[in-house]
C-alpha cells in the first residue's frame, strides 16, 4: 500500500512537471504584478533569472502566486500584521542590553542605516572566516559587542529583528555575492537544493523550479524565493524564518531534517537568495 502511494505521488509529480514544463499559467494565479507598498516603494517582482540559475528563464517574487486578498495586505503597512512585530522591534533598536550598555542605535544609529543589508546577506565575513546569514550577525553584534545574551535563532525576538532589517530594505534590489571565497559555500547549498530528501524522496528543485504555479492542498506552488523573508504566514498566524521554512519543507517530505542556524542551512539559504537576484526585497511578505 505505502508502495503505492508513492507511485501515485510520482505519477501526479511527472504530470505537474510536463504541465510546468509548458509554462506556467497564470491566469490560474492572478495576472497582478505590479506591487507598490505604501503607494510609494515599488517592488520588482519578475526579473530574468540571474546566469548561474539553470532552470529557470525568468524569477518570480512568492507575492505573484498569493490571492488578490493576501497581496493587498503586503501593499499596505495598515494592513500587514508583520509591521507590529517591526514596532516592537524598533523599540528594542533604541535600548542598551548586554554588560556593555549599549544598543543597537549606538553604532547604528537608526534602522535605516541598515538599508542595504538585507539586499546582500548571506555574505562572506572575513573576521570569522565564514558565511554568515542576517541573524548570525544580529548575535555577533549582540554577544561581541554589546555583552548580551544571543536571541535563539529562530526565537521570537530574533524574527522581530530580521523582520526589522528587512523592512528598512524594502525595495532594494537583491544581490548575493557568491563567488570569492563564499562559492564553495554556494555550492553545498545548490548541492543541498537538487538532493532528494525523505521517504518521498523529493528535492527543492522538485517543486520550486520544476512545478512552480501548480496547485498543491489548494495553494499555488511559488520559486520559492526568500526575498520576502522573515514573512507573515497567515496559517502560522505570526513571523516564519527562513531557516524554519526550510525545515517545514524537508518535513514535508517525511525527512529527517536539519537544524535551523546548522551549516547546511546557511549554504542552502546562500544558494536560495542567490537565486533571487535582481528582485527586491520585499520582507516582511505576506503570504498564506
Not at 505505502?2 to 509529480?13: D, P, T
Not at 503597512?77 to 507590529?84: E, G, K, S, T
Not at 516592537?88 to 541598515?114: K, V, W
Not at 536560495?272 to 537576484?277: D, I, K, M
Request: proline share 3%.
Amino acid at each position: 500500500m505505502a508502495s503505492f502511494r508513492k507511485q501515485k505521488l510520482w505519477g501526479a509529480v511527472f504530470a505537474a512537471g510536463a504541465v510546468a514544463a509548458t509554462g506556467v499559467v497564470w491566469a490560474d494565479i492572478g495576472e497582478n504584478r505590479s506591487l507598490i507598498v505604501n503607494g510609494e516603494i515599488e517592488m520588482i517582482v519578475e526579473a530574468p533569472a540571474p546566469e548561474h540559475v539553470e532552470g529557470l528563464s525568468t524569477i518570480y517574487s512568492g507575492w505573484v502566486f498569493r490571492s488578490p486578498e493576501t497581496q493587498m495586505m503586503q501593499a499596505d503597512d495598515f494592513d500587514n500584521p508583520a509591521m507590529l512585530d517591526v514596532d516592537t522591534a524598533r523599540e528594542t533598536f533604541e535600548t542598551a542590553m548586554g554588560t556593555e550598555g549599549q544598543s543597537c542605535a549606538s553604532c547604528h544609529d537608526t534602522p535605516e542605516s541598515l538599508s542595504t543589508v538585507r539586499a546582500t546577506y548571506p555574505q562572506w565575513d572575513e573576521e570569522h572566516g565564514e558565511v554568515q546569514t542576517v541573524e548570525m550577525q544580529i548575535t555577533e553584534c549582540m554577544t561581541e559587542r554589546m555583552g548580551a545574551e544571543a536571541y535563539g535563532y529562530d526565537s521570537a525576538e530574533m524574527r522581530r529583528m530580521s523582520a526589522l532589517i528587512s523592512a528598512v530594505g524594502r525595495g532594494e534590489v537583491v544581490n548575493v555575492a557568491i563567488d570569492g571565497p563564499a562559492q564553495s559555500t554556494w555550492e553545498q547549498g545548490q548541492e543541498i537544493y537538487y538532493t532528494r530528501y525523505g521517504q518521498l524522496e523529493l528535492s527543492c528543485a522538485n517543486c520550486h523550479e520544476q512545478n512552480y504555479g501548480n496547485l498543491i492542498r489548494a495553494d499555488h506552488l511559488s520559486q520559492g524565493q526568500v526575498n520576502g523573508f522573515p514573512t507573515y504566514r497567515l496559517r502560522n498566524s505570526g513571523l516564519v524564518s527562513i531557516h524554519n521554512r526550510f525545515r517545514g519543507c524537508i518535513r514535508d517530505t517525511r525527512g529527517e531534517t536539519f537544524a535551523v542556524g546548522s551549516p547546511e542551512f546557511v549554504a542552502l539559504e546562500l544558494y536560495v537568495a542567490s537565486r533571487g537576484n535582481g528582485l527586491t526585497v520585499e520582507g516582511p511578505a505576506v503570504r498564506n
